[in-house]
């Protein structure tokens, strides 16, 4: 069952003011986002609004790299943290799906793991996306990045849907003119090989012959034609 937006709200300031989110090493965390950013084809300095930023560990990292970030959440406890964590980093509560930003306010839209596009309906995710792509720059770009087991099932400890290969082929919206992608793949080959070999079909079609139960990462590149 999906959950509702509130629901959602509490689960994550819960989470957020106990554990949060384990994450893998900055300079790992910097090798993987500096590759999707090469293959995205994002320029220096350009402005870049991290959806569903959480405590903030990607919009950091992106602004390392030197990008002019804007994170966003919907759960106020965890942009709280963001804040205090890394304060010279623009975060605000914002919910994704009703963004109050102006057409061209951003060059690059980098949406990872945010629990709208945890959904099987797939008209919803195109509605959305299209949400997204309204605060771009014409050239910009929408990246949306998620995980997984390409089972069709729910994970329990994780309440997220793992969208089987065809869905995900589903995520490309029918209005999009320029995509790239979904492709499969995974951080470790994101940090380890060049972009090209990361993020392609053949890559794509090797991830799929792997086990189901294993966690891919999605990527999808929509650029703003408008
Ligand atoms: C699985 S976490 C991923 C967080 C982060 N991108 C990461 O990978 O560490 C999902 C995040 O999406 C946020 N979120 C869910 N619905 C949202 C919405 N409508 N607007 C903004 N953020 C939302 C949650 O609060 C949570 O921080």
Redesign the pocket.
């Known amino acids: 069952m999906e959950q509702t937006?509130q629901q959602?709200?509490d689960?994550?300031?819960e989470?957020?003011s106990t554990e949060g989110?384990r994450?893998y090493a900055p300079e790992f965390t910097t090798a993987v986002l500096k590759s999707l950013c090469v293959k995205a084809g994002i320029q220096p300095g350009a402005r870049v609004l991290?959806?569903?930023?959480?405590?903030g560990?990607?919009s950091a990292i992106l602004a390392s790299l030197g990008y002019d970030v804007t994170g966003?959440?919907?759960?106020a406890t965890?942009i709280e943290k963001a804040r205090a964590l890394y304060p010279h980093i623009r975060f605000e509560v914002?919910?994704?799906?009703?963004l109050p930003y102006e057409k061209g306010s951003f060059d690059f839209v980098f949406?990872?793991?945010?629990?709208?596009a945890?959904t099987q309906d797939l008209g919803e995710l195109h509605t959305w996306l299209k949400h997204l792509t309204g605060v771009l720059t014409p050239g910009g770009t929408l990246a949306l990045?998620g995980g997984s087991r390409l089972t069709g099932a729910v994970t329990e400890s994780?309440d997220?849907f793992n969208h089987t290969w065809k869905d995900i082929r589903g995520f490309v919206p029918p209005w999009a003119a320029q995509v790239r992608g979904p492709w499969l793949t995974h951080f470790r080959l994101m940090r380890a090989l060049p972009p090209a070999l990361s993020m392609n079909a053949l890559t794509t079609l090797l991830m799929r012959w792997i086990p189901m139960g294993f966690q891919r990462r999605v990527v999808l590149l929509i650029k703003n034609d408008s």
């Open positions: 937006q959602i709200i689960y994550y300031n989470f957020y989110f994450y991290d959806v569903g930023c959480a405590t560990y990607y966003i959440d919907i759960s965890g914002q919910d994704a799906t009703a949406a990872l793991g945010v629990s709208v945890n990045l994780s997220w």
